[in-house]
């Protein structure tokens, strides 16, 4: 029992290979692109999806609320009957004063009768009045570059106006207050406010990275040190510069291009995930620890967990590692880069079932999202 025979040594081999060698392919993209969060400003991508009842809705049929709060949600989500039960005590008050909430559910990339049963015991169990879609496939869980669950995404005049991976204590805070002030309330507190970059700018890096997936990075750059100089306070062009520099192993200008970032931004997590991650791949370990502890004390930013495991790893702390990558597949079992980096993990601690089992695990999520095989 539990033998392998040396023809089933060479099969797994044979098998392995190929799954490292297709992902060596794809793991840029797929680590960059998981990481595009939605820019604040830019046009929310449209949506129609069914709810439990097998209605059609679309995001274009409340074009005309003052905000619309999209809520992506599982019940197999730690946090989401919180998320469901703090926002549905929010519409029922503030529904008559332009606040539509929609409960977008992503419980599997198939989702079967039995999830609806589940779904639908949930809504019944927490009274909730708002829609709920099924987002069956994910299309639009992925069209949204959701990080976490619960993600929330406040859509207002047709533009992403606000967004916020998880449930945090802070940030949850300011986004109600946030909408309050939106529809003419007194918050509460003063709203932090929230960089809004011209539409030019949005444009501009937009096109940069659509320059860089296409690999003219002298344009993409070009366009990219553009929008900095266009608006120095906007941190998404920093970050896609930076990827585009990593992209050609230009690790020196990549580092330096997010410590400008991070000093515009002395708090923003994404920047903070993504310099520890490089960090951590050229041998600056101790920085890249206390770096990315930071970002996961900061928010339940998916990114920040498995950068941290990863850089983990790196400092002989396995059992430590792998419990960071388990907190992240709560947050996100969607995301391929999770099963990316802890496949490289296992490869490194000859642990080569374990890592063959990753590689095919992020290889079929991967296929399975357009966004990163467009």
Request: some cysteine; proline content about 5%.
């Amino acid at each position: 029992m539990g033998h392998i025979n040396k023809r089933g040594k060479l099969d797994f081999k044979i098998t392995f290979s190929i799954i490292v060698f297709f992902v060596s392919f794809v793991s840029f993209s797929c680590i960059t692109n998981a990481q595009a969060l939605l820019q604040t400003g830019m046009a929310a991508p449209q949506f129609s999806l069914k709810n439990i009842e097998n209605d059609k809705i679309s995001l274009s049929q409340y074009s005309r609320k003052k905000a619309v709060i999209i809520l992506f949600w599982a019940t197999w989500s730690a946090n989401s009957p919180r998320a469901l039960k703090r926002f549905e005590r929010f519409y029922k008050k503030y529904k008559d004063k332009g606040i539509q909430v929609i409960g977008i559910n992503v419980e599997n990339q198939t989702i079967s009768d039995n999830d609806v049963g589940n779904i639908k015991e949930v809504i019944k169990k927490l009274q909730i009045t708002f829609p709920v879609l099924l987002d069956r496939g994910l299309k639009t869980f992925h069209s949204y570059h959701v990080m976490a669950l619960p993600s929330t995404i406040v859509v207002s005049g047709g533009k992403i106006s606000y967004e916020l991976p998880a449930l945090p204590i802070i940030g949850t805070e300011n986004m109600f207050n946030y909408l309050l002030a939106l529809i003419g309330e007194s918050p509460p507190r003063k709203v932090i406010p929230i960089h809004m970059p011209r539409y030019d700018v949005i444009a501009d890096t937009n096109l940069g990275r659509r320059f860089a997936k296409r690999k003219i990075y002298v344009m993409a750059s070009s366009l990219f040190e553009k929008a900095i100089k266009k608006d120095p306070e906007y941190i998404v062009p920093y970050i896609a510069l930076a990827e585009l520099y990593g992209s050609e192993g230009k690790n020196t200008e990549a580092e330096k291009t997010l410590r400008k970032a991070l000093a515009v931004e002395p708090g923003n997590v994404v920047t903070m995930s993504e310099l520890g991650y490089l960090l951590s791949k050229t041998g600056k370990i101790k920085e890249a620890i206390k770096i990315l502890s930071g970002a996961v004390k900061k928010n339940s930013y998916t990114p920040a967990y498995y950068y941290l495991a990863y850089a983990l790893s790196k400092d002989g702390k396995l059992k430590e590692a792998l419990k960071l990558f388990k907190k992240a597949i709560s947050l996100n079992p969607y995301e391929p880069a999770i099963y990316l980096l802890r496949a490289e993990v296992y490869e490194n601690s000859k642990m080569l079932k374990e890592a063959a089992s990753d590689y095919r695990k992020a290889l079929e999520l991967f296929l399975g999202d357009p966004l990163l095989i467009q």
